[in-house]
C-alpha cells in the first residue's frame, strides 16, 4: 500500500480534510489493474522513451491526491519523469496543495516533477490538447445554488461575497468544495464540456460522481461524444444506498469500439 500523504497542516475551517471521496480516488489510482493501465498507456516499451506524461488535478483542495500521484510517479507510471499540475480557484488550497506535495517528496525517491499549483476556474487556462490524466473530484453536493468565487488574480477576498450569500469567509471558502448546484453536476458538466478540447490524445480523466449526480445519465452523456470516447465505472464506495454512494469513471480516447461497461473493483 502506498503512503498517503500527511494534510496536517492545513487549516481545516478553509479547506476539507481528505476524506471517503478522496480516498476513494487514491484506491482506484493505486488498484493493481489501474498501475497496468497507465504503464501500457504512458510507458508502453517500460524504457521512458514515450513523451513524458502531464498529470493535472482540478479542484485540488488539500492537495493529498495530486501529491499522491506524484510522490508515487515510479510505481503508478513505471517511471519518475512525470509532470504534475494542481488548479483550484482558492487560492489557500494552492497554498496548501504546495506544502502537501512538498512534504511528501520528503518521503523518498521516485517523485515525478510538481510544477505548481495554480487558481484558476477549472481548466481555462491549460491550453488545448495538453493533458495527459486529469483527476477531478468536483463539488457533488446538490444545493440550491452556487456560491461566488474569488476574484481570480486577486488575494481571496470574500467579505463582499460572504454578505451578499449569508455565508462567512470560512463556510463559504468551504462551500466551493462541496457546492454542486442541481443535481451536483453544475461544476462537473462545465468541465465535461471541457474535456474532449483538454485531453490529449492518450488522455485520460477520472471524475468522482455522487448517486444523486446521476451518473448513468453522464454515462450516456459521454457516449454521444462519438465512438473514439469510452466510459467505464473503474470504483464505487462501499455504500449500499443513498445520495452517498460514490463512484469514479474513467473517461478516455480510444482508437477502438466504444466502451461503456462496469469494470470496478
Partial sequence: MLPTPSTAHIDP??????????????????????????IERFNPDQTSTSPVPLVLEVGTGSGVIIAFISANAQKLFGRADVL??????SEYACHATQETVRQAYEDGAGHGTFI???????????????IDILVFNPPYVPTSELPKGPSLGHKDDFTSAAKHEKFDE?????????????DGMEVTDRLLDQLPQLLSERGVAYILLCQQNKPDEV?????TWGPHWAVVVVRRSGKAAGWEKLQVIRIWRTTEAKVSKQIET
Fill in 84 to 89: 504534475s499540475l494542481g488548479i483550484d480557484i
Fill in 219 to 223: 454515462v450516456k452523456r459521454i457516449q
Fill in 170 to 182: 470560512d463556510s463559504h471558502l468551504l462551500s466551493l468544495s462541496y457546492a454542486g448546484g442541481k
Fill in 116 to 130: 505548481g499549483a495554480l487558481q484558476a476556474d477549472l481548466t481555462f487556462a491549460m491550453k488545448p490538447a495538453t
Fill in 13 to 38: 475551517n478553509r479547506i476539507y480534510d481528505p476524506a471517503e471521496d478522496s480516498y476513494l480516488l487514491l484506491d482506484t489510482l493505486s488498484e493493481a489493474s489501474e498501475v497496468q493501465y497507465f
